[in-house]
């Protein structure tokens, strides 16, 4: 069945992970060990960083997970009151800073104008918070391209679960099969098997690698700068994509 639509992962997808949230994945750190920069370094390696390369690992909670997960992961003996006040601070830091500090990936502004002008319906699935990635599509400059944006405070269960795909289909009148799904984590693909999405295509412009995506991708691509000559592809390999 022919792609009309395509839904986005954020981080690593539309920007550039490290670039953006090493920083912001630091401050977060340090107040979660209350200025101590060497306990910060042991959260933020808990989290999914890598020191010696210097990058977040793929699949990690910090790239693929909720702030809910990181709280659960840095607060694990708090009580709930405090684990619920730091889950609400950190979707304040990450929305704030996240949007402040967003690189984008290269190209990325110029491939969704491109997508958007050949007809495909565009939303983001994050695991981020929703104002966040609201905030940050308006810093890309590439806000209103997209139909609709879901965090993982917008659905029931957020990615891998496949509660977003089913409510952009809602939205959209579109059915799965019609949507491909695009990211750079497993949690991103795992979401479109459950969903019954069109296509799973991995992107390696994130913290996922080509070994970590490909048994659950229908294409992995270098990053969306390379999606419309893909679903052009596919067009023209596949008469049912027509």
Not at 2 to 24: C, E, H, Q, R, S
Not at 129 to 142: C, H, P, R, V
Not at 172 to 184: N, R
Not at 221 to 236: C, F, N
Request: net charge negative.
């Amino acid at each position: 069945m022919a792609i009309k639509g395509i839904l986005f992962d954020k981080d690593g997808t539309l920007v550039d992970f490290n670039a953006t949230w090493f920083a912001i994945g630091e401050m977060m750190a340090l107040e979660a060990a209350h200025g101590d920069r060497a306990r910060a370094r042991e959260l933020l390696a808990e989290a999914g960083y890598d020191f010696d390369a210097g990058s977040f690992k793929p699949d990690c909670v910090f790239a693929a997970g909720t702030n809910a997960d990181i709280v659960a992961l840095w607060y694990a003996h708090a009580d709930k009151a405090l684990r619920d006040a730091m889950v609400a601070r950190f979707d304040i830091v990450t929305a704030e800073a996240g949007a402040a500090r967003a690189v984008p990936v290269p190209g990325i502004r110029e491939a969704v104008i491109r997508l958007h002008g050949a007809g495909y319906r565009l939303g983001v699935a994050t695991n981020d918070s929703t104002g966040g990635a609201e905030k940050t599509l308006l810093t890309l400059g590439i806000a209103q391209m997209f139909e609709a944006t879901y965090g993982y405070d917008a659905v029931a269960n957020p990615k891998p679960a496949p509660d977003t795909i089913i409510a952009f289909c809602d939205l959209t009148g579109l059915k799965p099969s019609e949507i491909a799904m695009v990211g750079d984590n497993r949690h991103d693909l795992e979401m479109a098997r459950a969903a019954g999405a069109g296509r799973a295509v991995a992107v390696l412009s994130g913290t996922g690698t080509r070994e970590t995506l490909a048994p659950m991708a229908d294409a992995v691509l270098p990053s969306v700068v390379q999606l419309e000559d893909y679903l052009d592809w596919l067009k023209a390999e596949l008469p049912a994509a027509r």
